[in-house]
């Protein structure tokens, strides 16, 4: 069974306009943590925002936060103002804690912002 | 001040070939791990060490063997390369999970493996 489902391939947005990547999770263990990275055409996986399953807060980073749905499984990831050089692919990534504390990715959204 | 470095950034080999990627860390962390990108931007993970201790081994050809020699560094060799070998290979690490954000993964800038 997919633990980590992003059902947006692919994206498009307006430069300085907000976008919603959405991540959906599978997990019955009550502690885990989601993540999400960031992967541009150079090819680096940058860590953008962290969102602890116990926290009680929705994370944020600057213009990133983490929209955290905990009974509907969500972290959906909300950029701000997109800029050009938000055009990158995107994983949402989980953490349970049972089993060997194995982080799993999703298969990604590939957002291009027009200008 | 790299974080975490992988050498060599490209490489290239015939089938049949043994070869090493190297990865080292200085952020003083616990664990690391070396993840397998596929052509389709799949991420995998293959192996996490920690403290130099294996805790995590995927189910991954015994072609490739992890080392550890120390908390620092993480190799992978892998022996008699084959053409589905060819992928982005990444070295991560990450600290404790205690702390505002967890034990994230911080990620070294990859390897293009092409096997010919």
């Known amino acids: 069974a997919q633990k980590i489902t992003q059902t947006q391939p692919g994206m498009f947005v307006q430069e300085k306009e907000a976008v919603t990547l959405d991540c959906t999770y599978d997990t019955s263990d009550p502690s885990y943590g989601l993540f999400w990275y960031k992967q541009p055409s150079s090819g680096e996986m940058i860590f953008l925002i962290y969102?602890?399953?116990?926290?009680?807060q929705n994370a944020t980073e600057g213009r990133y936060s983490l929209n955290f749905q905990k009974a509907r499984k969500s972290a959906n990831l909300v950029i701000s103002a997109s800029q050009l050089g938000d055009s990158a692919m995107y994983f949402c990534a989980m953490r349970e804690d049972t089993g060997g504390f194995k982080t799993i990715f999703g298969a990604g959204t590939r957002l291009f912002v027009k200008a | 001040d790299t974080a975490v470095s992988q050498t060599p950034k490209y490489l290239v080999t015939q089938m049949g070939n043994d070869k090493s990627i190297k990865c080292e860390q200085n952020l003083g962390h616990d664990t690391m791990y070396w993840y397998k990108q596929d052509s389709k931007k799949f991420l995998k993970i293959m192996f996490s060490?920690?403290?130099?201790?294996?805790?995590i081994n995927e189910t991954v050809p015994n072609r490739f063997s992890p080392k550890s020699p120390d908390k620092a560094h993480l190799n992978l060799h892998i022996n008699s390369l084959e053409l589905g070998d060819s992928a982005v290979y990444f070295c991560?690490?990450?600290?404790?999970?205690?702390?505002?954000?967890?034990?994230?993964?911080?990620f070294g800038p990859g390897t293009r493996l092409t096997v010919l």
């Open positions: 991560a690490s990450s600290p404790p999970m205690a702390g505002p954000r967890g034990d994230t993964q911080y």
């Open positions: 060490y920690n403290n130099k201790e294996l805790i």
């Open positions: 969102q602890g399953s116990y926290d009680q």
